[in-house]
């Protein structure tokens, strides 16, 4: 009788699921970066021609800064423990971290309808000036980001509960902690970017 021979699993330098989602990062940074682009090149050209608006961010995303910042920290903290296997502490970082998370979006929907109150809508009264335009595609674009980071973070959760998150299988945790501080840096860029250049 011949005996069958074990097949090894293809061993790879970096994990598949890593390094999708270090291209998605890097797809992403270039896309903000287009659209940041766009609005540099775009506005002395608008001004010139009396068709920019400038104003004050809204506070409430300043809001999602101190969210964002501390999520982080507690992203963080939930990769620290996994590592230690804390599992109970990695559990309930992961929740917290979900929690600030949707908070996020709660400022960015307060935000978004401060700016509608001031009649800084997608498209203003006069067309030509999409200043507020602007920081509604850029603040929509890295809101469908967050809602990916969150469904990371509830995944994440769950096989924590289910006792699947700790130090012999971090992989998981690795994408999401990585994730979470891509789109935390992301916002806090974005966020200081339209400050100073208004």
């Not at 291209?23 to 540099?40: E, K």
């Not at 674009?141 to 998150?165: C, D, E, K, M, P």
Request: charged share 10%; net charge positive; glycine share 4%.
């Amino acid at each position: 009788m011949v005996k069958s021979k074990k097949i090894k699993d293809p061993s790879y330098p970096v994990a598949p699921a890593k390094l999708n989602l270090w291209l998605f990062m890097l797809a992403s940074s270039m896309l903000f970066a287009a659209t940041v682009s766009a609005f540099v090149v775009h506005r002395p050209d608008a001004e010139s021609r009396q068709a920019w608006t400038a104003f004050d961010l809204p506070i409430f995303f300043l809001y999602s800064t101190i969210i964002v910042i501390a999520s982080s920290v507690t992203a963080y903290y939930a990769y620290k423990m996994a590592k230690n296997d804390e599992l109970a502490h990695n559990k309930n970082l992961l929740l917290g971290t979900t929690i600030l998370g949707i908070g996020f979006c709660i400022s960015q929907f307060l935000g978004w309808q401060q700016m509608v109150r001031l009649d800084l809508t997608f498209v203003n009264a006069r067309p030509e000036d999409i200043s507020a335009s602007y920081v509604w595609v850029i603040t929509m674009l890295h809101f469908l980001h967050i809602l990916g980071g969150i469904i990371l973070l509830i995944a994440t959760w769950v096989q924590s509960i289910r006792l699947n998150v700790h130090k012999k299988n971090m992989g998981l945790m690795t994408l999401t902690h990585t994730y979470w501080h891509f789109v935390g840096v992301l916002w806090i860029f974005l966020y200081l970017f339209f400050y100073f250049a208004q």
